[in-house]
């Protein structure tokens, strides 16, 4: 599989500077950013949760698990809860479980980014198979998906 489709077409279109790097296949965030040789601070990875009865998009770095009681803090949420593999793969048809972009926007999906996150200049991310990342700017990411941010990363 290669870089999500829907993701590839999005950023051409928004003529965004962005650069593809592969890397053997990887399947945690701290193996992908070792392949990259980048910081896990600048690594976004995507959990996907249900928060009462919408589904949200978070995007923390490697270095981050979501606290999950902050997250329905930020959200309005009173029951927040990590998605299902089946919810995931039914909601990202051309992504790889668990390599799924951080552009929710995409599958209709608010994002939710963590402070820790948004402080970077650059960010890079699972390209929607678990063998390519993307690099670009942070700016061009939140201007492109407009993501809530709130601190909801704990750090590990």
């Known amino acids: 599989m290669a870089i999500a489709a829907k993701l590839k077409a999005y950023l051409d279109d928004e003529q965004v500077q962005y ?11 701290a193996e992908i950013a070792q392949a990259l040789h980048v910081p896990g601070r600048m690594l976004a990875k995507v959990v ?33 809860e990590l998605a299902s593999e089946d919810e995931m793969e039914r909601q990202f048809p051309d ?5 799924m972009p951080p552009f929710g926007n995409l599958y209709d999906l608010p994002v939710v980014v963590d402070t820790a996150l948004s402080q970077d200049e650059e960010i890079v991310f699972e390209a929607g198979n678990h063998h390519e990342a993307i690099k670009l700017a942070y700016a061009d990411f939140d201007r492109l998906v407009h993501p809530t941010v709130a601190a909801v990363g704990l750090r590990d």
């Open 19 to 29: 650069h593809v790097l592969a890397h053997h296949e990887r399947f945690t965030s």
């Open 48 to 80: 996907v949760v249900k928060a009462d009865d919408r589904t949200l998009m978070v995007a923390l770095d490697a270095n981050s698990r979501v606290d999950l009681t902050a997250l329905g803090e930020a959200v309005g949420a009173v029951s927040v």
């Open 95 to 99: 992504c790889e479980v668990g390599a």
